[in-house]
């Protein structure tokens, strides 16, 4: 079974930023040759906000922490899951997307007070 990043996604706009995340997706998939390596759930609405979760195979970020080297390695965060969820936070903002990223198991891991 292949291990998968889950990224929670709290958006304005479920629309136009899962179409968004989708194509930027889609093209890392294309650069490293990859296929079906992520999911976006459907949304669900309240207080204004659409929540919904972006699961990638852990396989792609690794390809694509190989073809982009140093590069990778210079973004904020610690081990791969957190240098991936900034690289994607930095390509859905030169957007002009108001977004925001969380990691899943990090988000319920302290909603119940375990650090």
Known sequence: MEERININVSSTEYDNTSKEIKNTLALVEEMVHGQD?????????????HFYVVSVNRELAVKLAEQMGSEFEKLKGK???????????????????KVKFAIKEEMESSKFGIF
């Not at 791969?80 to 002009?96: E, H, R």
Request: net charge negative; charged share 20%; hydrophobic share 45%.
């Open 37 to 49: 390596d992520f999911i976006i759930t459907d949304s669900e609405f309240a207080f204004g906000w």
């Open 79 to 97: 081990g791969l899951d957190k240098k991936f969820l900034t690289w994607l936070t930095n390509q859905i903002s030169q957007k002009g997307i």
